[in-house]
């Protein structure tokens, strides 16, 4: 079994930074990519930032050069540098990895709240 777990949420005014981390645990044999995604009220999850084992990255267009995902491989952790967050950023933020070989699959975790007020 597999544990993602997150810290980091909270409130801030427009213009500030959170930093989001999140650890998985448990049966881990290899972990190809770690992400954010995120769920507004009323909205879809949408992919905020990935991360693969070898360091590429890719993000949502709204929060590039604002947001900043890193991982560390030996701590199994991901990490979410948000800047300048507008109001819009406002969201429960879930943390996602995919683990395995032949047959990976995915994990979520419980989700964070982000809100930012104007």
């Known amino acids: 079994q597999v544990q993602l777990v997150e810290s980091g949420g909270g409130s801030v005014r427009a213009g500030g930074s959170l930093r989001l981390s999140c650890a998985a645990s448990g049966r881990i044999s290899i972990i190809n990519v770690m992400g954010w995604y995120r769920q507004a009220p009323g909205k879809q999850r949408v992919l905020v930032a990935t991360?693969?084992?070898?360091?590429?990255?890719n993000y949502l267009d709204s929060v590039k050069d604002r947001f900043t995902i890193s991982r560390d491989n030996a701590k199994n952790t991901v990490y979410l540098q948000m800047n300048s967050l507008k109001s819009e950023d406002t969201a429960v933020y879930y943390c996602n990895a995919n683990i395995g070989y032949v047959g990976s699959r995915d994990y979520w975790g419980q989700g964070t709240q982000v809100t930012v007020s104007s």
């Open positions: 991360i693969r084992s070898g360091g590429s990255t």
